[in-house]
């Protein structure tokens, strides 16, 4: 056995994250204490909330440490149980990823079936991703059958999920925007109504012109223009579920602000910012109806997978790039 | 009898509305068809949504049409009846203001009882500027007791409501802003906990002065500024009303918008815009509520009156402009 390797914050980002900010360390596979497993990683997901967490300002979740191992959400196997109900084999979920091999207290983690989907797939359609998009878009955006969903990002892992959730539940029309031609091509292939560039010009104008009725509910990954696009295009009672502002999670100037706020009176829109976290009452039924619509090949999901940990940081910047289509992934 | 006399929009404002938009025009008093009244107008609102209708744009009601009367909230005694259940000298409340004398059909008009409260009040604290403030902060806001609750142009109509109500409904801390010393003072005397004058500094290191702890609800009038800082002010699940932006609606150029709208996210923030007439299902209970306060001397409400007709357009400039203390009214 070789060792453990784990990736460190070596320095807070300024602006755009660059591999300097990042370290590879080798250290010992640790031994698990009472209470306690070992897990060999087999999946990492890096996202884009890890970039606020890289600076050193209260948020939702403490910010890393410097010289630390960053963390988030992974899944792999036991390799070395002190717990009861786990054995070497079992294939958990849990939230110290970032590493190859993870020690951690039994209670931070939660069995997952295998046979049931790929074990990468808990960590995007069937996991934190496939609930953000579920709860944002019924929950927070309250949508209703018939609706016009416009989302933002719309290739990313929650994105995609997001539009394709909004067909299955009975939306009327269902519009994406992304970043590359590849991309919306992709989003048409999802059973998307329409898609466009946002490099094609203004997306007020995209929009309109993929929505001429406009549309009812948006589900924001990206903030900045699109959000200004979406309350302009809103229909009366239109709402807007705040997932993610990637566009300007790097900015080090006052990001643009939609400077059209003051129609949300006359149109009676609701602006509503969500964390997943806050909507764990819905896990159960989102499990449930997500796994029995890819069972039945209703819903397609896109995996970006980079091998090896010490490529992690490269697949993080990569995300933020956009260079990722669905759930970006390391395998290690 | 001396003729009506009443105010027509002789030109659209670009930016600050003029005298010279406006101009005053003598017709013949009125007489009623079958099912209509003609009701001599005392009380005329005038309110900061006009500002809205006088340009040429499709919002949630018609733009006013050039060189026609302007409307709005009015208060008046019938002088003629021609419809059931309407005799002269009834109190009625109805929508064609800014003139001496109104023709409307019956089902446009609203009896409403001069021994209950003045019959101003009935454009005010009992009225539409009343029940904005009580849907907006209960329903829209859903305003819990215990709550800090920040108010914009606090010292205006609206404004001194939604502060005393949610003094009365259990708030454990209200902050209001203002644009004098005077209002500041008069905010005090009304059983504000903290008050400012914007002019003092950045509204968000003042709001944060009277808020260490941070607000849980904003009511706001104002927009720009305010609202960012409101924003920043926030505590988790907090939610802001949005009733009004008057600070922006004379603005010529893209106002300024809150550069920190991806708090919503962590904070899991609401911004809601709303129109009191989508709250009709609540003014029973507003007025019930509302009218005890009153009689018990619970909530008390200013009024700076104008009076005479032809002095219409510069009590609605002076509103715009702030001069109002609590509602602003013409007296004709």
Chains 1, 2 share one sequence.
Not at 19 to 24: C, D, S, T
Not at 141 to 169: C, D, H, N, W, Y
Not at 252 to 262: F, G, M, Q, V, Y
Request: glycine share 12%; net charge negative; hydrophobic share 45%.
């Amino acid at each position: 056995m070789s060792g453990n390797r784990e990736i460190h914050l070596a320095s807070r980002p300024q602006g755009w994250p660059t591999a300097e900010n990042f370290r590879l360390v080798s250290t010992e596979v640790p031994t698990p204490g009472p209470g306690q497993l070992v897990v060999r990683n087999r999946f990492i997901s890096v996202d884009p909330y890890m970039r606020g967490r890289m600076n050193d300002v209260k948020s939702y979740v403490p910010p890393y440490a410097l010289d630390a191992p960053l963390d988030g959400a992974a899944v792999g196997e036991v390799l070395a149980s002190e717990a009861e109900g786990f054995a070497p084999g079992d294939t958990v979920l849990h939230g110290l990823g970032w590493r190859e091999y993870a020690l951690l207290d039994a209670k931070a983690a939660r069995k997952v079936d295998p046979d049931l989907a790929p074990v990468s797939a808990y960590l995007g359609v069937l996991g934190m991703t496939g609930l953000t998009a579920y709860a944002g878009l019924l929950d927070v955006a309250a949508m209703r059958p018939g609706e016009t969903v416009f989302v933002s990002g719309a290739a990313g892992a929650v994105g995609s999920m997001v539009g394709q959730i909004a067909k299955l539940r009975g939306a009327g029309r269902v519009i994406g925007s992304a970043g590359s031609p590849a991309k919306v091509e992709r989003l048409r292939a999802l059973g998307f109504d329409a898609a466009f560039d946002y490099h094609d010009g203004p997306v007020y104008q995209q929009l309109k012109a993929a929505a001429p009725d406009g549309i009812d509910v948006y589900f924001d990954n990206v903030g900045g223009e699109h959000l200004e696009a979406a309350i302009g295009a809103m229909n009366l009672h239109g709402r807007a579920a705040i997932c993610g502002m990637i566009a300007q999670y790097n900015a080090t100037e006052p990001p643009a602000a939609p400077r059209n706020l003051a129609l949300l009176i006359g149109k009676r829109l609701t602006l509503r910012g969500f964390l997943v976290g806050d909507h764990n009452h819905l896990r159960e039924q989102f499990v449930r109806e997500t796994a029995g619509w890819l069972r039945d090949g209703k819903l397609s999901y896109d995996e970006t997978v980079v091998d090896g940990i010490e490529h992690a940081p490269e697949a993080f910047l990569g995300m933020l790039r956009g260079e990722n289509l669905g759930k970006m992934l390391v395998r290690v």
